[in-house]
Each structure stands twice: as C-alpha cells, then as structure tokens.
C-alpha cells in the first residue's frame, strides 16, 4: 500500500465520525521504483491532506517532507522528489491501519489493505 | 474534412461511440484550452449503404487526427482520404480523375515510394485479378517507385460486393469501389499481445482483451489519469488502461484474488508485469456497498471502469451476513480474541443495488468531465429500445452499446460523463429516482432473475410463452440488431 491510498482511506465502521487518518502500524515496509509523472503529482497534490500525508510518511520512517507545503512548492524540483517518493515510492507491505477512534486493526498483508467490515461494525 | 472510416466488422454498436471519444481525448489533448469538442462527430454512409457495414465516412477537423484516432482505435481498421469511389471501375476512374490535382500529385512525387494495395468485403479477389486491378489503375500519374515495405504513401483498392447475400438477410452493402490513401491503420499486434489465452493470472469472469481496451477508449484512459475499476479481480480492465498510460487503482471484495492470487508470480501484480506495464497505485480490499474512501475526498479519479458482478457469471457479494440484514438473527459482537482472524459473512448484492452505490460513488469521485464506463445487462425478449438505463442527475449518457452474448440476454456498454457537481441533495435526489427506477423497472433483476431468465431449460419457457412463442419470427442469425 503506497501513501496516496492510504490518504484517501478512512475507517467506514457505523458510528464512527472522524475515521480519518488511519494511524500507520509499519511491520515492514518496502521501496519500490516508479516513473514519476509531474502533471500527475500535482494534480494529486490538489487532493492530499497533507498534515495527515506527512505524518503517515513519519509512520514509514521516511521524514524528509515539510510538516507544511503549498502549491508553489511544485515547482520545485527538490520537493517533486520527495513528494513522489513518498506517495508513490514507499510501500506499506505488512502492518495494519489503526481507527483513530475505535482502535480497530485493519491489516495490510502483501501490501493489500483489508478494509471490509466485520458484521457487528455494518 | 470527411475520411472513409472503415471499420472491422465485429461489435457494430461500438464502433462509432471509439471513435467520438478518441477524438474528443485527442482532441482536447492537442489543445487544452479548447477541451469542448462536440461529442458527436458527423458521419455519412456510402449510398445504400446500411449503418451496419464496415464502410462509413467521418469528417474530422484534421489529418493527424484521422491518424492518431486510427492507431489507438480497437474496431477501426483504417482511415483513408478518399480519391474517388464509383459502382463500377468506370465509374471509380472518372471519381479520381476528378479529384482536384492539388490533394494528389505531393504524393504521386518521384522522391516517393507508395504501394498499393487491393482489399475486399464481400468476396474474394485472387493475385492475379489484384495485379490486373492494380494495372487498371494506369491512369493515375504514379512517378514514386514501387516499395513493398514501409512505402511513403500507401493507396488501397477497395472492392464491396453483395457476395450471395447474408443468412437470406437483406443486403447491408452494394457493390462499390473505393480507391483512397492510408492516413492510418489500426495496431494489430494489440489484441494477440494481451489475448487472454496468454494471460498469466484468469478469473472466470475476466474481461476480454479487445473489450478491456475498447473499455478503456471509452474511458479515455492516457497518461497522467488516474482510473479506478471498484470489482477489479484479476485486474484485466485495469491492464487496458495501464496500456495506454493511465494510473491505476482497483479494488475487490474477495482478498483471495487481489492478495492471494495463485501464488507469488500468478497474481494481479504480474499480469500488469507480464507486459511490462507500470504496477496498479492501490489495490485493496473493500466493499462497493460500504466505500472506506475519507468523506472530505472528492473528485480524484478521472474514469472509473468497470464489470459489475450482475449475477450470471458471477453474483456480487456486500458486507453483513444474510440472516442478519434480513432481521432473521439478532445483532452479535464478535469475541475481542477472534478478532484477527474473523472471517466476516457477506450477503448477496443486487445488481440494483449495485449500480446504485457506483453511480453514487461515481458521482462523488469523478473529476469533472470524468467518465464512467460500465455493463449492464439486458433482457433480449424485451424490445432493446424500450430499455431504461440507470440514471443519475449529475451524469450524461453518452453512448450505449449492445452485446449479444445469448439469445437470451446481452449487455450493454454505458458511458456517462460526469456534467454536474456532487452535493448531499443531489445524493437524495438520485436516492429517490434509483428507487422509483427500482420498482418500475428492475424487477426482473433481483434476487437472481436474471441468472433463472438465462439459465433456466427452454422449455420452461416455452410452456411459460405457450403458442405465442410458435408463431414469432426465429432470431436472425446475423449478429447486428436491425437486419
């Protein structure tokens, strides 16, 4: 699981108002190469919740990025980096996303999240 | 100007919505500022000619796009600028003869080389009668030399004929030649590449190659989108996307097949890498009907494509068990220490249901302008043009494109742009037209009508139908839908 999933991600159990950020649990994490594309980074930069993108990079234990960032930053070739190694390069392999409200696990196994709710949380 | 287009004859209720949207993609991809380009094309047909045939003529505002629209297209087979077309070889001789001389002598210079070369519909024309035919065309002022390979200009001979007619249907073409110059031709080397036979990682439900790619045309997938397909499964929609450039993400309820695969070199992942295509950006596990996307993200993804499990094939599955959601069991919690490795029930999903939430979901996570391209299935004993698709106030259909799979039932290829921002009262409003198209006409969808109207023995039917069935006309065998 790369940090741009895990930023659009949030515990969806029934009850629970402010399921957002999933706290990171890192087991393992991996770095793995991608192409970067700079129209698409800063498309995606419109759609980041950045304090929350940045604290989960924390998590990974990668802590390069500003703790605040705006767009004119993008132009920067500096910053584009780290931004698309941190979105896109780092992986989540094995660990679990954690409900900041109920605590409730949900495991990343093979860099897969398992978002699906069991019966008492529908 | 106006290009003959002629196109393969397969999947005819596809063909022209590829080429409007290819053109709108490259269209608005050549120039940004001018992203308005009218979906609708104007098109023509040749004299007689029914909309079903090969041969139809598209105007478009230039040459490069003609071009660019027939290499990345699935069901074009070429374009061509035409330099005359006639019924008979009189007839084609005088066409081009009058072609104004400016369009033609740059490509008839000596610096050239050209080849020609002789196709037909309808019948076959051995090498000898293709040499005489290419002579014939002596009245042309060639002056390039002849180059089998990689020529400068290609010109093609075109032949039609009503070859001993169809099944007894009536005549879709008439006869008529066609002499015109390459502008582009299709990639044939696409579909025997990603054919599924070679495909590592299959489901059953896997989408074919030549509709994955015609999906994600639609869709307008190319560098920098970001295209989602929410029933991924071995992610054969996603690889047609990622074909063409666009970032990926899927998801799917059963974590056997996005984690597991068949094992570490037989899985989701390696079908992208078999070809040497860049990894999906996510995939995980999660329920269409229970989306665990944040609440504050809007408007992210630029398409989202997809198969909806509309259980024929395979039945959709949403979280909560079955006696549960019906009330039949009360409401239990499960143990803090079976927690990690619970295995929580689901229960069926209704295809209504289904299109409902991903309309929903569309509607909420599309760009602006963002498409959404998916199967619908439909009942063949019911009149196709009476069919009410889904609908959702802030979508536009563009194009609907039928596949006939039985003769009982097909399905249907909707795309829809996204026209209108999502707010909460156009959440309740289309809430409220989804239950009002649920009872008036989804019956037969639910519960597993659909899988019984497919499925069940003929002669069920028949009795069902009684002496009405007798006296209606067979089915045309021909695979088109009004001849």
Redesign the interface.
């Known amino acids: 699981m790369r940090l741009l999933t895990h930023n659009m991600l949030s515990s969806n159990i029934k009850g629970v108002v402010n399921g957002f950020p999933l706290r990171i649990e890192a087991e393992k994490v991996v770095e793995k190469t991608v192409e970067m594309n700079g129209e698409f980074l800063k498309k995606m930069f419109e759609k980041i919740d950045w304090k929350a993108f940045v604290d989960a990079s924390w998590a990974m234990g990668y802590t390069e990025l500003p703790e605040e960032a705006d767009s004119s930053m993008l132009d920067s070739d500096e910053f584009l980096n780290r931004f698309h190694h941190a979105l896109l390069e780092l992986h989540l392999e094995e660990g679990a996303l954690v409900c900041p409200e109920t605590g409730r696990r949900f495991p990343v196994n093979k860099g897969i999240p398992n978002m699906l709710l069991h019966e008492d949380e529908v | 100007m106006w290009y003959l287009c002629v196109f393969f004859h397969r999947l005819l209720d596809y063909r022209r919505p590829e080429v409007e949207s290819l053109a709108q993609l490259f269209a608005s991809f050549e120039d940004p500022q001018n992203g308005d380009v009218p979906s609708q094309l104007q098109w023509k047909l040749p004299p007689h000619y029914h909309a079903d045939s090969p041969f139809h003529f598209v105007n478009l505002p230039s040459e490069q796009l003609a071009r660019k629209i027939a290499n990345r297209s699935i069901l074009v087979k070429g374009m061509y600028e035409l330099w005359g077309e006639g019924g008979s070889y009189e007839e084609l001789k005088e066409s081009v003869l009058s072609y104004p001389d400016e369009r033609k002598l740059s490509y008839l210079d000596s610096d050239s080389t050209f080849k020609i070369t002789v196709d037909s519909f309808g019948k076959v024309i051995s090498l000898e009668e293709q040499k005489e035919l290419i002579h014939g065309l002596s009245y042309i002022p060639f002056k390039g030399r002849v180059k089998l390979k990689n020529p400068d200009h290609n010109f093609w001979l075109i032949e039609v004929d009503n070859y001993g007619g169809n099944n007894g249907l009536p005549p879709i073409v008439q006869k008529r030649i066609f002499f015109g110059r390459e502008v582009g031709v299709a990639d044939r080397k696409l579909i025997p590449t990603y054919q599924l036979k070679s495909r590592n990682y299959l489901g059953p439900t896997a989408m074919d190659a030549e509709m994955a790619f015609l999906m994600a045309n639609q869709a307008l997938a190319t ?2 989108t ?1 295209i989602y397909d929410p029933f991924v499964g071995t992610g054969s929609i996603l690889v047609a996307a990622a074909h063409f450039g666009a ?1 990926t ?1 899927g998801a799917d ?1 059963d ?1 056997r097949v ?3 695969g068949r094992g570490p070199d037989r899985n989701v992942w390696s079908n992208f890498k078999q070809y040497g295509l ?2 999906p ?7 269409n009907n ?8 809007k ?2 993804f630029d398409a989202i494509i997809c198969d909806p499990p509309y259980g024929v094939r395979a039945g959709g599955r949403k ?3 079955r006696k ?1 959601l019906k009330g039949a069991v009360q ?4 143990p803090d220490d079976k ?2 490795d ?1 295995i ?2 689901t229960a069926p999903y209704s295809l209504v249901e289904c299109v409902h939430d991903l309309l929903d979901l569309a509607a909420k996570m599309l760009v602006m302008g963002g498409r959404l391209v998916f199967f619908y299935p439909v009942l063949r004993e019911e009149d196709f043009k009476e069919t009410h698709f889904p609908e959702h106030p802030c979508f536009k259909l563009i194009s609907s494109s039928e596949q006939i799979l039985s003769s009982r039932y097909s399905r249907v290829l909707l795309t829809m742009v996204k026209t209108g921002p999502y707010t909460e009262e156009i959440a309740e409003a289309a809430r409220i037209k989804h239950i009002e198209f649920k009872e008036n006409h989804l019956k037969w969808l639910e519960d597993g009508n659909l899988h019984s109207a497919v499925f069940s023995p003929a002669d069920a039917q028949l009795t069902e139908a009684g002496d009405s069935k007798f006296t209606k006309d067979p089915k045309p065998k021909y695979r088109g839908k009004y001849v």
Do not use: K
């Open positions: 560098s920098g970001l970032m993400m309820i974590i996005v984690r597991d860049p990894m950006l996510g995939l995980l596990r999660a329920d229970l989306p665990p996307w944040r609440p504050m993200l408007e992210v979280s909560g068990g549960l409401p239990y919690t499960v927690r990690t619970h929580p029930s």
